[in-house]
RNA sequence: GGCAGGGUAGCUCAGCUGGUUAGAGCACGGCACUCAUAAUGCCGGGGUCGCGGGUUCGAGUCCCGCCCCUGCUACCA
């Protein structure tokens, strides 16, 4: 049974959840629910990055203290996902005792192995009196600060610790090509490959002015650079440095967004090396959802709710669409016109609408009881295929593909409806015939009920207990969708597992 | 500017090392069926494959130039 620990980025206290973030969460659950299906022992985390200037300014903001409001934000965000049925082990907060324990240890660490790694240096920069806060050349407009452009920048110096992260470079090239340190997808490989080959510069990884973070070790007048803190948060969640972290270290996925993959590519396998810690597995960087084409983030006020977008449908089909849609690959648009055309037709005419025809044939013919016979042998066999395909999609992150594998059985199976057309065997008395298509299409449901739960739990389990199962479809485990044992439950019609939109007055 | 990826039916996308009339799903139109959430199945209309050259017996598929889009271009996360 292999190990499967996997983190999704954890996420900016500084407004609330929204599109963006929720591809990610439910792109990464679905990967996780996948795994235990595979019989893996898996460890999901998620959770909130809490320190930092705007963490606070946005405190300030609201009239609350920086604990108060991170407290606020954790939850919200944590109930959110939990409304989206993402199933995570843990939560995990920059905040918490443990973390802050991670973090002093981790560069206690550097300090003693390779002292080297760590060097004290002037930080030269433009300052903004105004913000409070140094400006990168490529956030100034005419050479002023966008907010302030009244005042002069000054030039200014900062003592600062810094981290040695240009010898690194190397080492984590080497790690790449030799496959050790997976960078995914291949674009983002690329990149990286790139800013590798071109060579890092050292970071300072300490702040003086911001008290809102985990004090600098050996320097209380410092705190820890909020990025540096952040990404530690990955091996806090494995227990660090707690003895035992190392059944869950190193992590087999980071799952993060696009933007960030230079930091988890560049600066987190670096910190780590320095720390002699090992690499995690791979790092996936995944594309963003656009709304009408523009980008989803927290500074674009016109986007919409994950709460409104959850509501149209309900929270399972608002994660079968960014899947089946966006996916993990590429950047997908969401519109409410496209969401509405996926999930009438994949969804509610789709799926819902084969179990109900497939069981409302068995209580009617079989009172509801699977029959015992042997499978039609064309259907099982195109069945076997899309188990394959779609295993095979899983396994490489295409969850777009196994969700097309998955409901191209849904076709299949209405096609093999059409052509036994059971209601004429009834007529007919066929009963041999009548009970080898019953029992075929429960056999489908079964097994569309195992390989939707990723992607659909809530209603792949009100699906499973209708087919008179126990438990979760997950828990059936990978073998029992090649011979699913249903012959003989006693299944019972559902509730429409998705009722079609009311047409708009 | 540099680097990377992309521009194929109304929409989302497949099209490997070049080869007969360019595909799928959704949407749209017609027909069939009645077990089903007026759902399903079958058939069909629909594309100058970004633009212009070139190589070739033959090019979305290779080469050159151009246009447009997206990402990265390092201490905002």
């Known amino acids: ?110 300090q003693q192995r390779n002292p080297d790694a760590l060097f004290v240096g002037e930080y030269e920069g433009l300052y903004c009196v105004g913000c409070e806060e140094f ?50 997808p291949e674009i983002r490989r690329n990149e990286v490959l790139k800013v590798l080959e071109g060579g890092l510069e050292d970071v300072s990884i300490s702040r003086a002015r911001f008290p809102w973070g985990i004090p600098f070790p050996g320097d209380s007048e410092h705190t820890v650079y909020v990025w540096f803190d952040a990404l530690i948060n990955y091996i806090t969640a494995a227990g660090f ?52 084409g523009a980008k989803v983030s927290k500074s674009s006020g ?25 996916g993990l690959e590429a950047d997908g648009n969401f519109t409410w016109e496209r969401f509405d055309e996926r999930y009438t037709a994949d969804l509610a005419d789709g799926l819902g609408n084969l179990a109900s025809r497939s069981l409302a044939m068995a209580a009617k013919y079989r009172n509801g009881v699977v029959p015992a016979a042997e499978p039609d042998a064309a259907f099982e066999r195109v069945s076997q295929e899309r ?62 009920a195992i390989m939707s739960a990723p992607f659909i739990p809530g209603k792949a389990r009100a699906l499973w207990e209708s087919l008179g199962q126990a438990g979760d479809p997950e828990g059936a485990g990978w073998t029992s969708l090649a011979e699913p044992g249903i012959a003989g439950a006693q299944t019972a019609k559902p509730a429409n597992l998705f009722p079609r939109p009311e047409p708009a007055p």
């Open 241 to 292: 440095p707690e003895a035992g972290y190392d059944r869950l270290w190193p992590a087999d996925v980071h799952l993060i967004g696009k933007g960030i993959t230079r930091l988890h590519c560049c600066l987190w396998p670096a910190m780590l090396l320095a720390a002699e810690l090992p690499l995690p597995r791979q790092v996936w960087a995944h594309g963003y959802v656009q709304w009408d």
């Open 135 to 184: 400006k990168q050349e490529s956030q100034l407009v005419n050479g002023r600060c966008v907010e302030h452009p009244e005042r002069e920048l000054a030039r200014m110096k900062e003592r600062n610790h810094f981290f040695r992260l240009s010898t690194y470079g190397p080492r984590i090239l080497e790690a790449i090509a030799s496959g050790a340190f997976k960078v995914e």
């Open 1 to 110: 049974m292999a190990k499967f620990y996997l983190t999704t980025a954890i996420d900016y206290a500084n407004g609330d959840p929204h599109l963006g973030h929720t591809l990610e969460k439910v792109g990464a659950d679905c990967l996780v629910r996948y795994r235990r299906l595979r019989g893996d022992t898996t460890y999901f985390v998620m959770g909130m990055d809490e320190h930092g200037q705007k963490v606070a300014m946005a405190a300030e903001k609201a009239g609350l203290a920086p604990q108060a409001w991170v407290d606020q934000i954790s939850g919200r965000f944590q109930s959110t996902w939990r409304a989206l049925l993402c199933s995570p082990d843990d939560w995990i907060r920059t905040t918490e005792a443990r973390h802050r324990a991670s973090v002093t240890e981790f560069l206690r660490r550097i």
């Open 302 to 326: 016109t986007a919409v709710s994950v709460e409104s977008a959850a509501a149209r449908h309900g929270p399972d089909a608002l994660r079968y669409f960014l899947l089946r849609e966006v």
């Open 387 to 448: 188990i394959e395909a779609y295993g095979k999609a899983m396994d490489a992150f295409d969850v777009r593909g196994g969700a097309e594998s998955a409901w191209a059985m849904v076709t299949d199976a209405n096609q093999f409806i059409v052509q036994t057309a059971p209601w004429a065997l009834a007529k007919e008395g066929k009963e041999a015939e009548l009970d080898r298509a019953l029992g075929s299409l429960a056999r489908c449901l079964y097994r569309l």
